[in-house]
């Protein structure tokens, strides 16, 4: 039978329990707020169960595979038979609990909160109702504050037509049990990258189909320029310039006809497709109007510095706009449980969100680690900038990893300032490499403090020395 209650007082409502909400509502559970966390999905959200988890566990598998085939010229020879299924039962005994959320929801409920299944939206800024599998709804007025972290869905081009045939998103890819003899990768950004990599590593013919002029649009040219020499290298296609036109399936598999810039098309066959062309903010069921709240229906709403679309209610995670991240839903998970306890318990705030030093890592092999502002974004901000620029390979350290070593660090100064606004990080263990990096574009250490430092030898951090020192 459906349940309908009439509307229940509590302190908080947090709807969306993704990495940044499940933080917020045990933080204030345990902090002795009356919490309802209220999920319609997995407790936890996209991160361990569809996203950053289980990627990064194909990722760590098909590395130690890419290693191993290094073996010849640094250590004998090796023979390596690789078998995706080792993965696909590590991802469902030990990431995601055969995506089964009973663990992640205990640890909530233990912390005194009271979880909902079902999908809530706002009734007013501080009222929920919720929308519950069985039918029923019921409604919470928050006293204090109502979080919304509803993260993002897939997004799907809608033309070509899609329906009926058996696509891959991140979701379905996560779940494989074998890696297919051949997949078309559509999208060129991190998803996809780190996707066609992994799957390459198991012995998947890979092709990766590139609206724009080549991968990772938002990274750095010579990023995206040396992965995909790497992609070639290990046989990975690229199609750029070039657009799916048409998607059919049958029994043979997957019969894709992509279409370049020039109007050249070709025809690919796969046994699977990969759609990883972006995500869509999960806004519109939160009904944002119903508290007063205007949105455009495509870019973020704007918040204030403490994560408030108005007065205790609060937006964080992917949907804020600032980065989609765990690491950015957490930290904004962080400031909010900050400000509510400051307000309502006589806690020291926690401070407000900062946006200058935003680090993201691409985990392909090799890795890109990033702070801050690209060179073409400082440009395009009318900064004056000095960039320097050093090959990894040239390191001391680079040379002697011999195989594998590829990359370069990148750094961007603000010469007004004298202190850097960006840089990257591109090698083996370049999302390590990129901590020393974020600690000076977060702490805007003097670049002149920077190359009085003593860096480790022969270590990959010390090519920052050689950077810093190319600075023009
Ligand atoms: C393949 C892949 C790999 C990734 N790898 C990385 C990585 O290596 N590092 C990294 O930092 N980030 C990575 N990300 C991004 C990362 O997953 C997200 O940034 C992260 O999950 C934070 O998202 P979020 O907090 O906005 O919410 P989400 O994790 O998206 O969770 C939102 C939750 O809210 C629920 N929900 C939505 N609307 C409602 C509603 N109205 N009522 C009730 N519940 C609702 C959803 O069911 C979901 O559980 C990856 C993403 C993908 C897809
Ligand atoms: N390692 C990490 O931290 C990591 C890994 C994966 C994802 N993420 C997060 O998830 C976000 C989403 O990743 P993503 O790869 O889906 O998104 P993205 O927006 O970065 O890339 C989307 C790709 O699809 C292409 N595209 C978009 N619309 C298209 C269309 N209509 N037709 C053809 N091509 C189209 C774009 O040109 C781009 O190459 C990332 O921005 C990142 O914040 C992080």
Known sequence: MATTE??????VVVVGMGPGGES???????????VVGVES????????????????MMIRAGNAVAEGLRIPGLAGQAQITADFS????????????????????????????????????????????VSMPDGGERTFRARLAVVLNPGTNPALPSDPSLSGTPFWTNREAVQATEAPASLVVWGAG??????AQAFAR??????????????????EPQAAKLLAEVFHSEGIKILNNTNITAVRHSAGGFRIEATDSAGKVKRLRAEKF?????????????????????????????????????????????????????????????????????KHAKQADRGSAESHAVPRVTFTDPEIGAVGLSEKQAREAGLSIRVGLTEVSAS???????SGNQGFIKVIEDTQTGVLVGATSMGPHGGEVLSALVLAVHARIPVATLKTMIYAYPTFHRAIAQALADLK
């Open 190 to 195: 991190p998803i996809a990258v780190e996707l």
């Open 6 to 11: 009439k509307t229940a007082v509590v302190d």
């Open 86 to 129: 080792v993965v696909a039962k590590r991802i469902r005994a030990e990431a995601t609990d055969d995506w089964d959320d009973a663990v992640a929801a205990k640890r909530f409920t233990d912390k005194g909160g009271h979880l909902i299944r079902g999908t809530g939206r706002l009734a007013g800024p501080r009222e929920v109702t």
């Open 396 to 402: 001391t350290r680079g040379w002697i990893h011999k």
């Open 202 to 219: 198991f012995g998947s013919k890979v092709t990766v189909v590139a609206r724009g002029p080549g991968l990772l649009s938002r990274e």
């Open 274 to 342: 990969l759609v990883a062309t972006g995500r869509t903010m999960a806004l519109a069921p939160l009904n944002l109007s119903g508290a007063g709240i205007e949105w455009d229906g495509k870019t973020a709403p704007s918040v204030d510095p403490h994560l408030q679309l108005a007065e205790g209610l609060y937006l964080i995670g992917d949907a804020a706009g600032a980065g989609a991240f765990t690491h950015m839903s957490m930290y904004q998970g962080n400031i909010v449980s900050g400000h509510i306890l400051a």
């Open 41 to 56: 999905g997995l407790v936890g959200g996209e991160c361990p169960y569809y996203g950053c988890v289980p990627s990064k």
């Open 24 to 34: 917020v509502a045990g933080e204030l559970a345990a902090a002795g707020l009356k």
